[in-house]
């Protein structure tokens, strides 16, 4: 039996979603899901394992877990997702240096993004496990947002050809710093990516179109058929580590 934990906020629930649609290609693979909603997952390192700081917490992680709230090291692999590690971080963190960024390259766009991505609850998170595992580690980022609910951003993006600069740049970032951390990042797979290189096709969007455009709504929460195929794809690569 194959053991993976995975870990994250409600980005967590499309991967959930999609199992079920990919569980027979993985014979063997059991899976638990520790999800705390937001920005609310804090873990602390205690006797071996992670532990959450507060019963709200522990309350959480033991309803979506099925278990008790702590996070064991006796996974065969771990998969990080979301926690704010997101595309829309790394550019507000660019748009702070947009005059000097004007004319950069992907290297100059990941330096500016680094500082940001460093301070998601993600990064922390696989910090903490690395001090309780020598496991494989993956880390996933929140998916890409919706090109309705920034379509200036875009625009702005597209007509200084920096479109697949910024992407470029924020894959190069996130990998920086997993492998720091010793975890794979793992890209948001190319079928579920829009044009732009850099948002998410409308199809797999969990709400309808006119709901994700309001400023009001979530636009990064996917469907089942998104979470199957980015689930699929770092299975894949849990499989192939752990061969």
């Known amino acids: 039996m194959t053991a993976v934990c995975l870990i994250g906020n409600s980005h967590v629930g499309a991967l959930k979603l999609g199992w079920p649609e990919i569980e027979a290609q993985f014979p063997g693979f059991a899976l638990d899901f520790y999800a705390s909603a937001g920005q609310s997952m804090r873990l602390e390192v205690g006797d071996g394992k992670l532990v959450p700081p507060t019963p709200e917490i522990r309350k959480r992680l033991a309803a979506t877990s099925g278990k008790s709230g702590d996070i ?40 500016a993004m680094e500082p940001a991505l460093r301070g998601a ?35 702005k993006l597209k007509s200084r050809g920096h479109e697949e600069v910024v992407a470029r740049a924020y894959n190069l970032a996130c990998k920086k710093i997993a492998e720091e951390l010793s975890a794979t990042f793992v890209p948001q797979p190319p079928e579920t990516v829009a044009d ?34 980015v689930l699929r794809d770092v299975l894949e690569k849990a499989r192939a580590a752990l061969a």
């Open 196 to 229: 732009n290189g850099f948002t998410t096709r409308e199809a797999f969007f969990l709400f309808a179109l006119d709901y994700v455009r309001s400023e009001k709504a979530e636009h990064t929460h996917m469907n089942a058929g998104f979470g199957a195929i």
């Open 121 to 155: 609850i993600a990064v922390d998170v696989v910090a903490k496990l690395r001090k309780i595992t020598t496991a494989p580690i993956f880390l996933i980022g929140t998916p890409y947002g919706a090109h309705v609910r920034h379509e200036q951003l875009w625009e």
């Open 72 to 111: 064991e090291a006796g996974y065969d692999a771990y998969v990080v997702c979301g926690l704010t590690l997101s595309s829309m971080r790394a550019l507000h963190a660019c748009n702070t240096k947009s005059t000097e960024l004007r004319q950069a390259g992907a290297e100059d766009f990941s330096r």
